[in-house]
């Protein structure tokens, strides 16, 4: 089983900048792709991030691409969404998941392992 927990999240003005972490534990996931979701109130969960297993690859949703980051530190089983320029539409509980392969993904339903989520809150 993994546990993931989520942090980072908070409160911020237009055109700041949060940094969530996401920490595993249970066991590694060095070697499984993981990714970033979001969940707006009244909104279904999207993809916003993924990044593979090796950090080499990495693919962002239109919305979220040049202003977000997805990284991973292996040796801390941690990943990471540096989120730049952000804009009030980015307000949502932000997801962070874990599949049980390498390979970097965007659906939901191809992510085995989920945290409790994140509230990111975007003022204008």
């Known amino acids: 089983q993994v546990q993931l927990v989520e942090s980072g999240g908070g409160l911020v003005q237009a055109g700041g900048s949060l940094r969530l972490s996401c920490a595993a534990s249970?066991?590694?996931?060095?070697?499984?792709?993981m990714g970033w979701f979001r969940q707006a109130p009244g909104k279904e969960r999207t993809f916003v991030a993924t990044?593979?297993?090796?950090?080499?690859?990495?693919y962002y949703a239109d919305s979220v691409k040049g202003r977000f980051t997805i990284s991973r530190d292996n040796a801390k089983n941690t990943k990471y969404l540096q989120m730049n320029s952000l804009k009030p539409e980015d307000t949502a509980v932000y997801y962070c998941?874990?599949?049980?392969?390498?390979?970097?993904?965007?659906?939901?339903?191809?992510?085995?392992?989920w945290g409790q989520g994140t509230q990111v809150t975007v003022s204008s």
């Open positions: 998941a874990v599949r049980t392969i390498s390979r970097a993904a965007m659906g939901s339903h191809e992510y085995a392992y």
């Open positions: 990044i593979n297993w090796s950090g080499d690859i990495t």
């Open positions: 249970g066991r590694t996931t060095n070697s499984y792709a």
